[in-house]
């Protein structure tokens, strides 16, 4: 599906105005994985072969809804002044099988009753929630969305299997949208999305669904993600280059202008690789997968929260993102780099004493630390938002 944000100046895009992110505490570093025994595996081969140096994981008692609570928090006080009025939550570790996460994070931001989902894209997950919040705004549905890409891995992970447990990791990044312009920093200029059922069983969780409910009974392949790395390969380099040819073709970008890239953090082979297709230079390539690892529908907007939080690039540049994932799935998504810092936020579990009927209705998050990433600062100017 190629979808463009429509050209009339009257017809809203969205455009970014607040980044959040939420990174759990705890790093885990190669040595740590490999000290564990479970895997048959060395720091330098998980390096040579993947870029991942360390990764994140949260705390047993943290959720993915705790992560995508602090991120969401986070890209609020990004944009002070701007109420969501609705959350769209991309994730493949929902809180639970029902009801969706999202709802309940909206009630936990204070959002009272915005209109609240999930999507479920696993790896490709933000891109597909970004460009449904900008059909949304295009429709007038919203004016302000709040995207979070949110995933904890670490829950779905056998530690047992060497070609995920090296790999994954836990967090959440968001992104605050308002209705503008097309020609504006932060504005969603072009999108191309792609799927192939086909291949569904090359990265998937087997159980827990209505074909094989519950876990017990189950074996460690059928409770646990897999992904059958070797043949993901060669599929994500192709879809993700063709899928950004078809989103800067309806931008009206030329390859060469693209000034930022960031792929979906899941191999660092394969971010070279795409971007060496589409003629990016080294320079203009960004992402923190030997960091963080791949965090899946979190990834994309933790890599560019980052990037920001760095001012690595200038507001207004034009930007290229584009993934790959379970499903088979697949987009790309043409934009100009946002006018704003990204604020970060710590998880905090949610109180086990609470539940849905007793949390009182105006209740905000409790416990979480926040704080603008301390960065050297650079010459470019931004908005004023960001103070």
Same mark, same amino acid.
Request: a neutral charge; glycine letters at 10%.
């Given at each position: ?22 990174? &759990? ?9 490999? +000290? ?14 993947? $870029? ?5 994981? !949260? ?35 929902? @809180? ?5 996460? +999202?709802?309940?994070?909206? *009630? ?6 915005? &209109? ?52 994954? %990791? ?9 209705? %503008?312009?097309?020609?504006? &920093? %932060? ?9 192939? $059922? ?10 827990? $669904? ?28 192709? *879809? ?30 394969? /971010? ?11 320079? *203009? ?5 030997? @960091?963080? %690892?791949?965090?899946? !529908?979190?990834?994309?907007? /933790? ?12 507001? $207004? ?14 987009? +790309? ?15 905090? &579990? ?7 009927? @007793?949390?009182?209705?105006? !209740? ?6 926040? !704080? ?16």
């Amino acid at each position: 599906m190629n979808t463009r944000a429509p050209g009339r100046a009257a017809t809203a895009t969205a455009v970014v105005c607040g980044i959040g992110s939420c990174l &759990p505490p705890r790093s885990l570093t190669n040595e740590e994985i490999v +000290a564990r025994g479970e895997l048959a595996t060395t720091d330098a081969w998980i390096r040579s072969r993947t $870029g991942i140096a360390r990764r994140r994981h !949260a705390a047993p008692d943290v959720s993915t809804g705790d992560l995508a609570l602090a991120a969401g928090e986070a890209a609020m006080r990004s944009a002070p002044g701007v109420r969501p009025d609705l959350v769209l939550i991309a994730t493949t570790t929902p @809180d639970r099988p029902c009801p969706a996460t +999202a709802p309940d994070v909206a *009630h936990r931001l204070g959002l009272g009753t915005v &209109p609240a989902f999930d999507l479920a894209a696993v790896c490709s997950g933000f891109l597909y929630a970004l460009t449904t919040a900008n059909a949304l705004i295009a429709q007038g549905t919203c004016r302000n969305p709040l995207v979070i890409g949110a995933e904890k891995y670490s829950a779905i992970v056998d530690p047992r299997d060497r070609d995920t447990a090296p790999i994954f %990791g836990d967090g959440a990044g968001a992104f605050l949208l308002r209705a %503008g312009d097309h020609d504006e &920093p %932060g504005a969603l200029v072009a999108a191309d999305l792609g799927a192939d $059922g086909a291949g569904s069983d090359l990265i998937a969780v087997a159980g827990g $669904g209505s074909r094989l409910p519950g876990t017990a009974g189950l074996d460690r392949d059928e409770r646990y993600f897999r992904m059958r790395g070797r043949q993901v390969y060669a599929r994500a380099v192709t *879809h993700m280059t063709r899928s950004a040819h078809s989103a800067l073709d309806r931008a009206g970008w030329p390859a060469p202008s693209i000034e930022a890239f960031i792929g979906h953090q899941a191999n660092q082979r394969i /971010l070279d690789s795409v971007a060496e297709r589409l003629g990016v230079p080294v320079h *203009h390539r960004f992402g923190n997968i030997a @960091d963080v %690892g791949n965090t899946a !529908a979190a990834s994309i907007p /933790l890599a560019l929260a980052d990037t920001a939080a760095r001012r690595l690039v200038r507001p $207004g540049a034009r930007t290229l993102l584009t993934t790959f994932g379970g499903g088979l799935t697949w987009g +790309a998504i043409a934009l100009t780099w946002p006018a704003v810092l990204p604020h970060t936020a710590a998880p905090a &579990p949610r109180p086990p004493s609470r539940t849905l009927t @007793d949390v009182p209705p105006d !209740a905000l998050t409790d416990g979480l630390t926040e !704080a603008l990433t301390d960065r050297s600062p650079q010459p470019w100017k931004l908005s004023a938002s960001t103070s």
